[in-house]
C-alpha cells in the first residue's frame, strides 16, 4: 500500500527558511509527479507546487514563485520543498501526495495519495 509521509514543519520567524521532506513508498516513485498543498484554518486545500516524476517540470502558485523551490531526489524516494523569505501568510498544514501516472496535476481532486500533513507557522 502506498505510503507518504511528511516532516520539518515548525516555528519560524517572518523571513526565515524551512525545509519540508516528503518520502513515499509502496510504488515506483520515479513513475509519479509529487505535490505539495496546503491549508490554513478556515481556508480550502491551495496548490503550492508540484514536480514531475523525472524532475524535469515544476510548477508553482504564483503566490510562492521566487520564494520556495520543489525538488525531489528518487534514489531516496523522497521529495523536498525549500521555502525561504516565509510570510505569516504561509502559516498553514502542509501536505503531500502522490499523483496518477503520466499527469502533473495541480488540483487536490487528481491526487489518490496524501500525507498527514505538517504544520508550518510563520510569525510576525
Known amino acids: 500500500q502506498v505510503q507518504v509521509v511528511e516532516s520539518g514543519g515548525g516555528l519560524v520567524q517572518a523571513g526565515g527558511s524551512l525545509r519540508l521532506s516528503c518520502a513515499a513508498s509502496g510504488r515506483t516513485f520515479s513513475n509519479y509527479a509529487m505535490g505539495w498543498f496546503r491549508q490554513a484554518p478556515g481556508k480550502d486545500r491551495e496548490f503550492v507546487a508540484v514536480?514531475?516524476?523525472?524532475?524535469?517540470?515544476?510548477y508553482y502558485a504564483d503566490s510562492v514563485k521566487g520564494r520556495f523551490t520543489v525538488s525531489r531526489d528518487n534514489a531516496k524516494n523522497t521529495v523536498y520543498l525549500q521555502m525561504n523569505s516565509l510570510k505569516p501568510e504561509d502559516t498553514a498544514v502542509y501536505y503531500c501526495?502522490?499523483?496518477?501516472?503520466?499527469?502533473?496535476?495541480?488540483?487536490?481532486?487528481?491526487?489518490?495519495?496524501w500525507g498527514q500533513g505538517t504544520q508550518v507557522t510563520v510569525s510576525s
Open positions: 514536480i514531475s516524476w523525472s524532475g524535469g517540470s515544476t
Open positions: 501526495a502522490q499523483g496518477r501516472f503520466g499527469r502533473i496535476p495541480t488540483t487536490p481532486k487528481e491526487y489518490d495519495y
